[in-house]
């Protein structure tokens, strides 16, 4: 790896629970490409006092022709973050992937139960961030259904990027044509976009549930995190197991599907194309 020029060559900066650790997962696989062994480094909004050798170190396996990059979901919602890679690494090629925003607040929901990180009821939630929609879980930059609301994080990254080098990609299209979708990432990256995606396409991260909430919510509320050996993290790794979380009530899903309407209206007009059909939260033959 080159060490002249600014690190990194792309990342993949969101959205959460949108299917970043696939595409990082598959990129990992690129001849072309190399991802830091640390899937969210998070150098540009939480540890960027240790400096850019500390960050430069995730990539030090690199091999003189690939491209380097990561994955780090929470970059496209701190504007600090969003200042300090412009400053490192202005020509950077970002690419941002889209799942509709109630799947994607549901899924967030559940799997912030998993890791103990929530345990709120959703209504609950719904209620507080209505009321006060910066409001937001300990130590998350941002709450459940704002992180859902894409357009106004994308204005943003657009204020500090040239459009071109941003690439907008939607979960639809993981599941419905993945190798299309990992062609059109690889071409936008700089990269053989022939290589197709590893094991025919199939997605990392599925979810997750706890064998136990309570001893996800005790790691968290006694501070077992800080127990020496990363046996805190260790133990909540290993108490979450894979699991389908449960289908969400159609009535609270049209709610939902109501109030991020407006915002997908905007967003669709900021792309100049439509959204892919299943975001109207119309059934089928609708």
Not at 16 to 27: D, E, H, I, M, V
Not at 124 to 129: K, S, W
Not at 265 to 284: H, I
Request: proline letters at 10%; a positive charge; charged letters at 20%.
């Amino acid at each position: 790896m080159s060490t002249n020029r600014p690190l990194p060559d792309w990342l993949i900066i969101g959205a959460p629970k949108a299917g970043t650790t696939t595409l990082a997962a598959w990129l990992g696989e690129h001849p072309g490409a190399y991802v830091s062994p640390v899937k969210e480094v998070s150098y540009f909004d939480l540890h960027h006092e240790r400096g850019p050798d500390w960050y430069a170190g995730h990539f030090a396996g690199a091999q003189p022709h690939q491209l380097v990059g990561e994955a780090t979901p929470a970059y496209m919602y701190v504007d600090t973050a969003l200042d300090r890679l412009a400053a490192a690494a202005p020509d950077v090629r970002l690419a941002i992937i889209l799942r509709e925003p109630v799947d994607r607040v549901w899924s967030n929901y559940w799997y912030f139960r998993a890791m103990g990180i929530d345990g709120r009821p959703f209504r609950r939630i719904l209620r507080t961030e209505r009321r006060k929609p910066t409001s937001a879980p300990r130590g998350m930059p941002i709450g459940h259904l704002a992180a859902s609301r894409y357009i106004d994080h994308l204005e943003a990254i657009a204020q500090r990027f040239p459009r071109d080098q941003l690439a907008v990609l939607f979960f639809d299209d993981l599941r419905t044509d993945p190798a299309r979708l990992f062609a059109t990432l690889c071409c936008h990256f700089g990269l053989d976009d022939t290589v197709s995606p590893p094991s025919g396409g199939r997605a990392h991260n599925v979810g997750r549930m706890p064998r136990w909430y309570w001893l996800q919510w005790a790691s968290l509320r006694f501070g077992l995190h800080r127990l020496p050996f990363d046996l805190g993290p260790k133990m909540r790794r290993w108490n979450v197991r894979p699991g389908s979380y449960p289908s969400i009530d159609p009535a609270l899903s049209a709610e939902l599907h109501e109030l991020f309407a407006p915002d997908n209206e905007r967003l669709a007009a900021w792309l100049g194309r439509a959204l892919p059909p299943e975001w109207s939260g119309a059934s089928p033959g609708e």
